[in-house]
């Protein structure tokens, strides 16, 4: 009879053989492509997916690695001396993850690297803070893409038309279609990196992006992989060594065992990261707790209880598109001046009002009539007395367009 410590050693060698056959399976693939035959078959991207499921992080990180050496290698044959790499870092947690996989790596082959960041200039103060903190120490050959223009001219020019859809091609194609978040997305972030691109001749872009992040990633990550030639928009190889990777926060869960890949990397490595990731914001009216704002570790632990916590990302700070997670009760509980930017200087309290369910705003009108702070029962009123209207309800907006799906049951 054969023992259990034998049985789960066989299972442990069979395991090890099936990664190891999976990474040569990924060499020979990965080298066939080029810039005609850009993305690999569909069924090695979903065989990629798959594996990812059940692998330890142990697993993960090491055909990370791996697969940013294959990219590297085959780099070095194509474009020999010339060879130019970037790592596109928002000095978010993904974006660590991938940039310290690549530093091993380029430090093993020799391989120097630039960092691109795309400033929006409209980035959380901590970020702005901790780019320049993380570029000092690990001496990154730091280029910042920055836009022409700014999200209040944007708004200007194009009016508020809605903050609760995103609709269209964000690289600018569709014209009038195109909702103004699709607009400030393409002119802050899209249009800065192409250029920069091109000015810079990067061969190859590493990226953090992940497949949990959310069904539009998810579906974006079926179709091209964790390694292909961007022929249309970036004009560039691009490789999403963590694509496959999840978190326990992911708001999209496409049949992942979603472990909590990101954060236990964070820990496992102990990196710097950034101080926004310790500025987490509890949303939900059942929080007896005296802190609103917590760190991250706690915010983990309420969230495992069922309440409702605000766990902010990199990026632009007057973005409506995070308002379906209670992004305004985030901003108006620890960026009050962002908060109220966006409602009078973006002129997002008009379209505010105007997206409140109608049972919503008929009994908000009402109650400001009562109280004597509009005469008129109108939107206009509203408007007119808005400053009023923030001092007597400061939480009129923390509602509006959030997602109702239902929470996690709380544990008593």
């Known amino acids: 009879m054969i023992s259990r410590g034998r049985i789960a050693l066989l299972a442990n060698i069979t395991t090890d053989w099936r990664n190891t056959q999976r990474r040569r399976r990924d060499l020979e693939d990965y080298g066939a492509l080029t810039t005609v035959n850009t993305r690999l078959l569909k069924a090695s991207i979903v065989g990629a ?48 993850l991938t940039l310290h996989l690549v530093r091993r790596v380029s430090m093993e082959l020799g391989i120097s690297f630039d960092t691109v960041w795309n400033n929006t200039l409209n980035e959380y103060p901590q970020t702005r803070l901790y780019a320049k903190k993380l570029t000092e120490e690990w001496s990154l050959n730091l280029v910042e893409a920055r836009p022409d223009t700014t999200i209040r001219k944007i708004y200007e020019e194009n009016g508020v038309d809605t903050l609760l859809k995103r609709k269209g091609d964000r690289s600018g194609g569709v014209g009038n279609k195109e ?77 992942n065992n979603r472990q909590e890949d990101v954060w236990n990397y964070v820990r496992k490595h102990d990196l710097p990261y950034n101080a926004i990731y310790d500025m ?52 108006r509980e620890v960026f009050p001046k962002v908060y109220r930017s ?53 939480c009129v907006f923390d509602g509006v367009g959030v997602d109702k799906r239902k929470q996690p049951k709380k544990s008593a």
């Not at 069904?215 to 974006?220: G, I, L, T």
Request: contains cysteine.
């Open 49 to 96: 997916e798959e594996w990812h499921k059940t692998a330890t992080l142990g697993w993960k990180e090491e055909r990370a690695l791996n697969l940013i050496r294959t990219v590297l290698r085959k780099g070095i044959e194509e474009y020999g001396d010339a060879l130019r790499v970037v790592v596109s870092c928002s000095f978010g947690v993904d974006s660590l």
């Open 179 to 255: 909702p103004v978040v699709e607009k400030c997305c393409g002119s802050l972030k899209h249009k800065p990196m192409r250029k920069a691109i091109k000015e810079n001749g990067w061969h190859i872009m590493f990226n953090g992006v992940r497949a949990g992040e959310s069904r539009q990633r998810w579906m974006s990550a079926r179709r091209d992989g964790d390694y292909f030639y961007s022929s249309h928009t970036w004009k560039t190889w691009v490789c999403r060594p963590i694509l496959w990777w999840t978190a326990l926060a992911d708001s999209f869960n496409y049949g």
């Open 280 to 331: 987490n914001a509890v949303i939900d009216d059942a929080y007896t707790g005296k802190d609103v704002v917590v760190d991250r570790v706690t915010a983990e632990y309420l969230v495992a209880k069922g309440l409702n916590v605000f766990m902010p990302r990199t990026g632009c700070m007057a973005c409506p598109i995070p308002i379906r997670r209670g992004y305004l009760r985030y901003l």
């Open 342 to 394: 966006m409602l009078f200087q973006l002129g997002f309290a008009r379209v505010l009002i105007a997206e409140m369910a109608e049972e919503q705003r008929a009994e908000l009108l009402e109650e400001l009539n009562g109280f004597g702070v509009i005469t008129e029962k109108t939107e206009e009123a509203v408007l007119d007395r808005l400053e009023d209207v923030i001092e007597m309800k400061p």
